[in-house]
């Protein structure tokens, strides 16, 4: 009879000092991200091309045209980038625009042709002219020079400002596109691969300058 009695308070005891332990366990909290950007970076569908003069071929890339949503996607990444050092952080946007800029699109290098009793034969190599038209601060967004890319394709840039766990956060992306797209962002299956890539990217570039 002693014996059962003592086994009970024994489990009693385990029972009774389980919560406590748990309750003492610290409990992993997702990295979290507050969207402060103005309505008009959130808002639309498909590309909202950019107005004026210099900025002409020039489109911001909605949010929904990814799925998922951009901002998820790049708090996932980031997250991933982190590890275990984003628990419990917050990485707040205060501006994050994806561009795509259509200007001066080239495929590749250009030969030009010399004229000599009636054939065309291949001279020097010219150089594509690859970027964008103005100057930096003349564009509204999507900014880009030759030295930038790696391929002929309009790229997709992403400029990015906010904090990290307070810390403040300033990157700029151009993701050379290797193939042809859409260029629509409305859905499409190389349009999405393209923008999601860009976002890892941003997330990559984040990674970096927070363990500075």
Request: proline letters at 6%; hydrophobic letters at 35%.
């Amino acid at each position: 009879m002693n014996n059962r009695v003592n086994r009970w308070f024994g489990l009693l005891s385990v029972l009774a000092f389980q919560p406590v332990l748990a309750a003492d366990e610290p409990s992993a909290q997702e990295l979290v991200v507050i969207d402060l950007r103005p309505p008009e970076e959130k808002e639309g569908l498909g590309l909202l091309p950019l107005s004026g003069k210099c900025n002409k071929g020039v489109s911001r890339i909605s949010d929904v045209a990814s799925d998922p949503v951009k901002t998820e996607a790049l708090r996932a990444a980031l997250a991933q980038q982190l590890g275990l050092d984003s628990d419990g952080k917050t990485l707040t946007v205060l501006n994050w625009s994806i561009y795509y800029n259509e200007q001066n699109p080239s495929g590749g290098s250009k030969l030009k042709s010399v004229g000599i009793q009636g054939f065309n034969i291949p001279g020097k190599t010219k150089e594509p002219k690859v970027g964008s038209k103005c100057s930096q601060k003349e564009s509204a967004g999507g900014w880009f020079e030759r030295k930038d890319v790696t391929t002929g394709w309009p790229p997709l840039v992403s400029e990015f400002s906010g904090t990290y766990a307070g810390k403040p956060l300033n990157v700029r992306v151009v993701h050379s596109v290797h193939r042809e797209i859409e260029g629509k962002f409305e859905g499409g299956t190389r349009d999405t691969e393209d923008l999601l890539e860009t976002v890892n990217e941003t997330a990559e570039a984040l990674a970096a300058a927070i363990v500075q």
